[in-house]
């Protein structure tokens, strides 16, 4: 089947660095994707990870490594802003259908 | 550009009424969806459409309909509202299914209480 692990919550203060983890378990692999959600709002794009190796966007980064089913999200110089919950997803195939799938999130509290 | 757009925000349903949620993008996207948001977990895939006059069972099919008549419109039914359809509704949109042209774009969400 199709599953992803990532933890439920982390902690950290201002200024420090974080990196929420993420192991899966799927099928027909294409790559693996993160998304922001702030409390009572929508998930938005963050980054995508194709091929092994680190992606970097400002003060995120993004890693993947195909071989052991694994990626990681890497938050830096943290803000309070920053506080939110953070999804992993994969694109596999399942069921005959080609579908985005979601961990269940790690929800960040940045505090002072 | 308005993204994607949802509505009604918010609504209270009695078990067995219906209702239609409505999504709409402005982006020229052929994909669409409509997921669901538990607490405590992740998006659940309901429907999605891969092009106008299209839709396709998700993950968790049972008890909703869609249809996409219009390549900007998605629309999400519940035929017969249950208490377990109490949810947060999201609807999303791609330009396609694969790579990073895979990245979904989503509504504000649309939170439902089925009473």
């Known amino acids: 089947g199709q599953s992803l692990e990532q933890p439920s919550e982390v902690t950290a203060v201002e200024g420090a660095i974080v990196q929420i983890n993420c192991t899966y378990q799927t099928s027909g692999f294409y790559g693996l994707s993160w998304y922001q959600q702030h409390d009572g709002g929508a998930p938005t794009f963050l980054s995508y990870?194709?091929?092994?190796g680190l992606e970097e966007t400002g003060r995120f980064s993004s890693f993947l490594s195909r071989s052991d089913s694994y990626g990681y999200l890497l938050l830096q110089e943290l803000q309070m802003k920053d506080s939110a919950s953070y999804f992993c997803?994969?694109?596999?195939?399942?069921?005959?259908?080609?579908?985005?799938?979601f961990g269940a999130g790690t929800r960040l509290a940045v505090h002072p | 550009n308005a993204g994607v757009t949802q509505t009604p925000k918010f609504r209270v349903l009695k078990t067995g009424q219906s209702m239609t949620l409505l999504c709409a993008q402005d982006m020229n996207h052929e994909y669409m969806y409509w997921y669901r948001q538990d607490p405590g977990m992740g998006l659940r895939l309901i429907h999605y459409?891969?092009?106008?006059?299209?839709?396709a069972k998700g993950e968790v099919p049972d008890g909703y309909n869609v249809s996409r008549l219009k390549k900007q419109n998605f629309l999400l039914g519940l035929e017969s509202a249950a208490p377990s359809q109490t949810s947060v509704y999201f609807c999303a949109s791609s330009y396609s299914s694969a790579g990073v042209a895979d990245t979904q774009y989503f509504g504000p969400g649309t939170r439902l209480t089925v009473l």
């Open positions: 990870n194709a091929l092994d």
């Open positions: 997803a994969v694109r596999a195939v399942s069921g005959g259908y080609n579908k985005l799938i």
């Open positions: 459409s891969v092009g106008e006059g299209t839709t």
